[in-house]
């Protein structure tokens, strides 16, 4: 995914509608019944679920989310400075859109943890590391 680097609407681009991009574009080639999606996810995602409105949180946690509330969703928040919680969430929930249109696929979200690239490499996160309080696995050990 990306963090940083970039615009919100990037971030956004990239995280969530890239990876709506390439489910829409390979669904159809997926073996019907055997089929699996996996879509990268952050611990970031749930973070931003814990410390967002009730009326996000209700949208992103809902089981019966549409893409349509998603995506309105993120035109609404994307001004708010998280773009990459948000896109993180979101693509949660678009996980959960996804196992609900295409029942006979196996839909699957998941966070590798905290993988040790520029991305986490800031001062705070170098202490938490030095003091043992966090343990980071290698791109490799992530993967």
């Known amino acids: 995914g990306l963090a940083h680097g970039g615009s919100g609407a990037t971030v956004l681009s990239t995280n969530l509608y890239g990876i709506k991009r390439v489910c829409e574009a390979f669904i159809p080639l997926l073996h019907p019944s055997f089929g699996r999606i996996v879509n990268v996810g952050s611990g970031v995602g749930p973070s931003y679920i814990a410390k967002a409105d009730e009326e996000t949180r209700s949208i992103l946690t809902n089981k019966n989310v549409t893409w ?58 170098c202490l938490l590391k030095l003091l043992g309080c966090v343990k980071m696995k290698t791109p490799e050990e992530g993967t």
């Open 68 to 125: 349509e509330q998603i995506h309105s969703l993120c035109e609404e928040k994307l001004a708010g400075g998280d773009a990459y919680g948000l896109s993180k969430a979101c693509a949660h929930a678009y996980t959960m859109v996804l196992a609900r249109e295409h029942p006979q696929l196996t839909s699957s979200a998941c966070s590798p943890g905290f993988v040790a690239t520029a991305m986490t490499a800031f001062p705070g996160m």
